[in-house]
């Protein structure tokens, strides 16, 4: 197996687990709370991802010194976040769920060339974020 084919490989498996997600977390909630259950994914993923970590002193001392940041980035990018995710995942069914967060990314750049003057839309995203909103918003009409 070459370079190439090796790539295409894990490309698809991470396709396969991230499409898998959704099913997942929608059965979770059948049996516990939006916040407890996020709480046990995070660790769980923090200590799969734990084995990989090169140089884990440096990473440490890197939040000692930007403490500030990453608290913030906790509370608002983390906390808040994905306990709205998870508590609206919740009360809503599982595909339409997972069509509007996977349509996130389209939108984000809708936003960021309205809000960012050097974030221009050009043709080229023009044509590709119109038929990525075109099968979300199909998608989530079925």
């Known amino acids: 197996m070459g370079k190439r084919d090796n790539t295409i490989f894990w490309a698809i498996m991470a396709c396969l687990l991230w499409s898998t997600a959704y099913a997942g977390i929608k059965i979770g909630l059948q049996y516990d709370t939006p916040f407890h259950?996020?709480?046990?994914?995070?660790?769980?993923?923090?200590?799969?991802?734990?084995?990989?970590?090169?140089?884990?002193?440096?990473?440490?001392?890197?939040?000692?010194?930007?403490?500030?940041?990453?608290?913030?980035?906790t509370l608002v990018q983390t906390l808040c976040n994905y306990i709205l995710f998870y508590q609206g995942f919740n009360i809503v069914p599982g595909d339409p769920g997972a069509v509007i967060v996977g349509s996130q990314p389209l939108f984000a750049a809708d936003v960021a060339a309205l809000m960012n003057n050097n974030e221009r839309l050009t043709k080229r995203k023009i044509i590709t974020i119109v038929p990525g909103i075109s099968g979300s918003s199909l998608n989530g009409s079925q």
């Open 37 to 73: 259950f996020a709480g046990i994914g995070f660790i769980i993923s923090g200590l799969m991802i734990l084995p990989f970590t090169v140089k884990s002193a440096l990473y440490i001392k890197m939040i000692k010194e930007y403490w500030r940041i990453v608290a913030w980035v």
